[in-house]
């Protein structure tokens, strides 16, 4: 596992009206056995929120419209900043969306975490869970940082993401999922009657896992196996397999596998 915190903060005019992390702290736990390939987006994804993506940071730099609902106060977040609503509507595809959402999640005294929403970008690098899949470093993420004004995105350097690609506006405006969003989205969502023995790739396509709900969210996806990943070498559970840090998960027919002994 990784934590960090943010150390130091700098501000070329009041702080009230721009604060920049300059200096950060991370701590490894090496003994915690993630896969080198996944550990690097693990470093990235905490590596991001020391350099500012962060709610309370949005905030300060007004990009972020926070609704609060319900008699618990509960606080729901969208990115809205030009650059950030632009990348998002291009994504899905969706040119009346009017923000990027941020993940409903709260502590103690009900403050929005920083996170993007799980099920519009579950394999995104900055969505609430990392070291189980691709973890994709978009334009998203890279439009929020550039939105925030300490930073200048190379674009050209934005990686694809599957998740949502071109969903349209069905998809994005609704916050939950329905019933037959696995027939709507079969490229991100499952059906719960899938096979419990059968292997499906995941929708980052870097390992085989089986349809299993999230910890706390009411949809259904493909989710990683513990052995199932393409990209350990050292992974000796799916035989048949060409495993290195560049595999990736393909849907085929009638395949046998062909296992030495």
Known sequence: SIWLLGCLQSSPFRASLSIRTTVGA??????????PWFAVRVVAHELAHVLGFGYQQMEVKSVVRTLTTGGYAAKSGTVISTLTNKKAQEHFNCSSLEGMPL?????????LHSHWDRRRAKNELMGPTVATGADFYTALTMAAFEDMGFYKANFS????????????????????????????????????????????????????????????????????????????????ALHGSRLDAGSW?????????????
Request: aromatic letters at 10%; a negative charge.
């Open 26 to 35: 991370m701590n490894f736990y090496l003994s915690g056995g993630v896969h």
């Open 103 to 111: 993940r409903d999640e709260y502590d103690g005294v009900s403050r």
């Open 157 to 236: 350097m934005a990686e694809p993401m599957r998740c949502g690609k071109n969903a349209g506006c069905e998809f994005v405006n609704e916050k939950q999922c329905g019933p037959d969003d696995h027939t709507k989205f079969p490229a991100m969502f499952c059906q719960k009657n899938y096979s419990g023995t059968m292997s499906y790739c995941t929708s980052d396509r870097v390992a085989l896992g089986q349809c299993s709900s999230s910890w706390n969210d009411e949809y259904l996806f493909i989710r990683s196996s513990p052995f199932g990943s393409c990209r350990n070498e050292e992974n000796t």
């Open 249 to 261: 998960c393909l849907d085929g027919e009638l395949l046998k596998v062909d296992v030495e002994t």
